[in-house]
């Protein structure tokens, strides 16, 4: 899995080499050693797609999204016909704020959409490949 830690403040780690998913925010409940990690009460008060940076990518990029409750999950992926190419994620999810990486390396050079599903929530953004 690829994985970027944020914190609070917004500021991000390098990716590692693998794409991930990332959930809920966390804080640390006093102490430095990092042991006490919990949930952060920051969830999402509405459901919402955020456009994926960067765009134009080559070949990967982040697609962020906010879930306000626990529910099923869907985001696929659309070419400019509005065939299904695939299904990034497609199961049951916790709220929370998520980061995940598409890898487009496979793709060729184009437009593409990506759409969320969960629950009565619908959304589709566009990105553009460029290689």
């Known amino acids: 899995y690829k994985i970027k830690a944020v914190d609070n ?8 080499d693998f794409v991930s998913m990332v959930t809920r925010y966390l804080y640390q409940n006093g102490g430095d050693d990092g ?15 955020s456009q994926n940076y960067p765009n134009p990518f080559n070949p990967t990029t982040n697609i962020s999204y906010d879930i306000p409750k626990d529910g099923f999950l869907s985001i696929k992926i659309y070419d400019i016909s509005g065939r299904e190419i695939m299904t990034v994620i497609n199961q049951y999810v916790n709220a929370g704020r998520y980061i995940i990486g598409f890898n487009g390396s496979s793709l060729a050079s184009g437009v593409y959409f990506y759409r969320i599903i969960a629950g009565n929530y619908i959304q589709t953004k566009r990105m553009v490949l460029i290689k």
């Open 9 to 16: 403040t917004n500021w991000a780690s390098v990716y590692s």
């Open 35 to 49: 042991d006490n990690m919990k949930p952060s009460a920051d969830i999402p008060k509405a459901y919402k797609l």
